[in-house]
């Protein structure tokens, strides 16, 4: 008994001893660069495998690099069409930064999406028509200046202004339905695996309280989970169309309970791509219209006198800015303090979420190989233990023969 203390004790303190910590970049630098170059490497090498497999790929690639690089009478073409990408890229990759929110909880929208629709709609309302994007709507800078708008140049307000950003606004809601994936999928393996999920057991253990003692998050949960189960494609959908803190437990719930991946996304690209996305924008374009905008300026202006004139001049300041002129080079040297500081903001806030990506993915391949680590010398000690017993019983048994002989 003393001896299987003993070695439980031992056990115990092993185990304790090859508990994993973390590290960062910052902590071992050499030791997470080395591991994420490996991690790069493991990934380049995968995706070469894939593509060395697939030849309709193989020749798709051929193509993309042939016409991009060798000069063809499509050049012009390639050169809008590849615009047209980077542009669409641009504000889906906001939309999925907006979803995993930088791990800052970072909006893009407000910060990029909402802007932009602010400003073509200030724009639209100064000319009465819709002034030329310089250099172009993909690489889009400022306006060219307004001129006398022509009949045909006339635009029918609202709806107009809301089709010319529809494209801007699709991809930016396509990119945030990509942007929810993740927790789907991370639900969907260990699901798959067998394994349990903390915050659904969490949910499970809810339904067993009586009323009383819900919080209203718990209900909210509980009314979710259910419902999920029951309705799942028009439950993702509603869930999608509006803001929801919740969305993630959504998500986990369909990964959870292996929802097909089409049901799961197609609600949750229509919902936040068709719906959401579209809602936002009209109420950007409507508190910017020009009658709206001057209406709130005098509202804050009579209630608070001290910023008389300052609002309606910093408004006009602004709008001057939306236009190209000769001084534009001036214009962009004269950039207001709070911007740059904004912008230092920004790239602070990108730089934090690619730290604590690193960190993380280095993290996980680390405490992987701890934990078949400690998996194999478990195995090799109860083997060798195994052996030794077998070994001890066989001494003893010739040790009885021996003795019954004499």
């Not at 701890?370 to 478990?378: A, G, P």
């Amino acid at each position: 008994l003393k001896s299987n203390d003993s070695t439980a004790r031992e056990q115990s303190k092993d185990s304790e001893d090859s508990e994993y910590k973390p590290i960062s970049l910052l902590t071992h630098p050499i030791t997470t660069i080395s591991v994420l170059i490996e991690l790069i490497g493991e990934k380049l090498v995968q995706g070469i495998k894939y593509i060395a497999s697939h030849s309709q790929l193989q020749l798709i690639i051929l193509f993309i690099l042939l016409v991009n690089y060798i000069p063809n009478p499509f050049s012009e073409g390639v050169t809008e069409v590849r615009k047209i990408v980077y542009s669409c890229t641009y504000w889906i990759l906001l939309g999925v930064a907006s979803s995993i929110g930088l791990g800052t909880g970072l909006h893009t929208f407000v910060l990029y999406l909402g802007p932009h629709i602010a400003k073509v709609t200030l724009a639209a309302n100064e000319c009465s028509y819709f002034p030329e994007m310089n250099p172009n709507r993909w690489e889009f800078v400022d306006f060219h200046p307004c001129k006398v708008a022509r009949e045909e140049e006339s635009y029918n307000g609202f709806f107009a202004i809301l089709m010319s950003v529809q494209l801007e606004a699709l991809m930016w809601g396509l990119g945030t339905a990509i942007g929810e994936l993740p927790p789907y999928f991370m639900a969907l393996g260990a699901s798959k695996s067998g394994k349990q999920n903390e915050e659904l057991d969490e949910i499970i253990e809810s339904e067993n309280k009586s009323e009383s003692k819900l919080t209203l998050m718990e209900k909210a949960k509980i009314f979710l989970f259910d419902h999920l189960q029951k309705h799942g494609f028009i439950t993702v959908l509603i869930c999608a169309s509006i803001p929801n803190p919740l969305f993630d437990l959504a998500g986990i719930t369909c990964g959870h309970f292996q929802i097909p991946f089409w049901t799961f996304f197609g609600a949750t690209m229509i919902g936040k791509a068709f719906i959401k996305a579209h809602l936002q924008a009209c109420f950007v374009i409507f508190l910017f219209s020009k009658h709206h905008v001057e209406h709130i300026i005098d509202i804050i202006e009579n209630a608070f006198p001290s910023l008389s004139h300052f609002l309606s001049n910093s408004l006009e300041k602004q709008k001057n800015k939306l236009f190209h002129s000769q001084d534009n080079g001036a214009i962009e040297d004269s950039k207001p303090m709070i911007s740059k500081i904004w912008e230092v903001v920004i790239t602070t806030m990108i730089l934090y979420f690619l730290y604590s990506m690193i960190n993380s993915l280095v993290n996980d391949r680390l405490q992987q190989r701890e934990e078949e680590r400690v998996f194999f010398e478990t195995l090799n000690t109860e083997e060798s233990t195994k052996s030794n017993r077998s070994k001890k019983g066989m001494s003893g048994e010739k040790q009885k023969k021996k003795g019954k002989g004499h």
